[in-house]
C-alpha cells in the first residue's frame, strides 16, 4: 500500500486542494484502489507556493505540485507505476 498525502492547507486550498482530493478520490473508487493506495489529508508540507498547484506526496517521495487540470495525468504518471500494476 502506498500513501498518497495531499496538503489542505490554506495555500494549497486556495490552490485547489480539494478538487485534487476529489479527483484522486475518483480514480481510486473507478479502479477499485482503496485497498493500495491510502488518500491521506495532511497540513503543510512545507512547499507552500501561491497559484503554483496544491503540495502532493507519494510515500517519502520529493513534493510535488499538482492542479487539478493536471491531477488525473499525475495519478497515472507518479502513483499508478509505484503500485506494480
Do not use: W
Not at 1 to 10: F, K
Not at 59 to 78: C, G, M, P, R
Request: charge should be neutral; charged fraction near 20%; aromatic fraction near 8%.
Amino acid at each position: 500500500m502506498i500513501i498518497l498525502s495531499v496538503c489542505v492547507s490554506s495555500t494549497c486550498h486556495l490552490n485547489g486542494s480539494y478538487n485534487v482530493v476529489t479527483t484522486f478520490q475518483q480514480i481510486i473508487e473507478e479502479r477499485n484502489l482503496s485497498n493500495k493506495v491510502e488518500l491521506k489529508l495532511v497540513f503543510c508540507l512545507g512547499n507552500c507556493k501561491k497559484g503554483k498547484g496544491v503540495s502532493v506526496k507519494i510515500d517519502d517521495s520529493e513534493i510535488y505540485s499538482v492542479l487539478e487540470v493536471t491531477a488525473t495525468k499525475f495519478f497515472e504518471t507518479e502513483v499508478l507505476p509505484k503500485l506494480n500494476l
